[in-house]
């Protein structure tokens, strides 16, 4: 999860070249064509061989065209909580991609068509649902949710801080958030609170 996240969030950025988005591309086609292979059976070399090959075109494209906000708050929750990386990614890439909104629904759509979710002649906004839904219903069959339990309210402004440091301005984000704004973010990550 924490390649496609590499993948998705270089190809989505305002600084990707013909090279980062072939890369970003090729990585997003094989995870879907192999995690879920991986996943169920490890010991799967052909399913495994072609991850690595994805992790590694993923990591071509954001060593060069960066990552985004799905990164800078898993960062901060990493830091601060030890909650590991590629956990906190897979939980936090779908809200991040709504977040962004119609400003990359063209470029989901092409994620979408790549990982064989829809044609090409699919419109943008369905298409780019239908790639957020598909990662979505990933995260469920691998067993990750939608909360991350170690986010305490009182740390939040310090998070968000990090957050907005760490991406701003060296990550080219598709929309830009101040730290109040990547607050409501933490604040959606915090499992809601029971009455029981
Ligand atoms: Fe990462």
């Known amino acids: 999860m924490d390649a496609l996240t590499h993948a998705v969030e270089a190809y989505i950025g305002n600084s ?10 090729d990585a997003v086609r094989l995870i879907f064509e192999n995690l879920d292979t991986a996943y169920k059976d ?15 075109f993923a990591g071509c494209a954001f060593t060069k065209s960066y990552v985004g906000y799905v990164h ?18 897979a939980v936090i890439l ?11 629904t063209h470029k989901l759509r092409n ?12 419109d943008d906004k369905t298409a780019a649902q ?10 469920k069959r691998f067993g990750i949710g939608e909360h991350i339990p170690e986010i305490q309210e009182t740390d939040i ?34 499992p809601p609170v029971s009455n029981s």
């Open 130 to 139: 239908m790639f957020i839904d598909a990662v979505k219903d990933m995260k």
């Open 111 to 122: 994620l979408a068509v790549t990982a064989g979710l829809c044609d090409k002649h699919e």
């Open 16 to 25: 990707t070249t013909p090279g980062t988005r072939k890369n970003a591309l």
């Open 157 to 190: 402004p310090e998070l968000a801080h990090y957050a907005d440091k760490e991406a701003n301005p060296l990550y080219p984000v598709p929309v830009l958030m101040d730290a109040g704004e990547l607050e409501t973010l933490y604040y959606r990550l915090m």
């Open 94 to 104: 779908p809200m991040v991609l709504e977040t962004y909104g119609d400003s990359i």
């Open 42 to 56: 490890g010991k799967n070399i052909e399913a495994r061989r072609n991850m690595l090959r994805a992790s590694y």
């Open 72 to 89: 800078a708050i898993a960062h901060s929750l990493g830091g601060k909580y030890n909650v590991p990386h590629g956990l906190a990614n």
